[in-house]
């Protein structure tokens, strides 16, 4: 919780050692949980400025959502994927877009 405030405020200097240290206690099997924290790590990189790991991120967040029946991961990634669509340019956040697309 602590991280996903942190994010939600842009300080991502704060955020991103927090949710990334309550993300390696998560493993595949809780996918939804895991999409939604990936959600908020993409953004404090985005508010960083680190496009690519940002697309990175929101790449692993789509795979763990696709494969869950809640809604709400891919709901809380659209608002990322639309700051990434300002980096269209960026090679990696094309391919992040499209696979949203799909």
Known sequence: MTGRCWAELRRPLRAV???ESALSRFDDAHARDKALYLS?????????????????VTGRALDLSAGVASVRPRQRLAPVLAQLGQHRSV???RGVLEKAAS
């Not at 790590?41 to 990175?56: R, T």
């Open 17 to 19: 050692p927090v949710l």
């Open 40 to 56: 908020w790590l993409a953004d404090a990189y985005i508010s960083a400025g680190e496009i690519e790991v940002a697309a990175a």
């Open 91 to 93: 090679a990696a956040v």
